[in-house]
């Protein structure tokens, strides 16, 4: 997904293997993720896309710059009934729970997974089995 507030900005589909740079786009404070290649292009998530990202992840603070103390990373959304607020969010591997708009400028991080398609579930297949009777 990408936030609500990144609607003017272009943006495609994240791809396993994409490494991703968190980044502010121009016209807008939302944070968000882009590739090197493709700065003004905003990386869309869909939830429980899976990120390792090269180092501790950093958010901003008021002063200085925190860490998270994790590398690892699942994509999800919070605060859902709150349409005004921005809900794309990062759950890492030690429980904690980050906005991506948080995030510190300038990370890399590599996507490991995305989550299975809906659309393309299969479906059960009928079988028909015939049972044959034997004497003994």
Known sequence: ???YSLHTVSSRDAKIDDVLVSCRF?????????TKDDPLTAVCLRPGTELAFEGDVRIKGFFFRRKVGAHLAR??????????EHHDALEFSNGRVVK????AT??????????????TKRTATPVTIELRATQL
């Open 1 to 3: 997904m990408c936030d």
């Open 26 to 34: 121009p016209g807008t404070e939302t944070r968000g993720f882009s």
């Open 75 to 84: 994509f999800r959304q919070v605060d859902t009934n709150k349409p005004t």
């Open 100 to 103: 991506v708009t948080d995030l």
């Open 106 to 119: 300038g990370q890399r991080a590599r996507v490991l997974q995305m989550p299975a398609d809906p659309a």
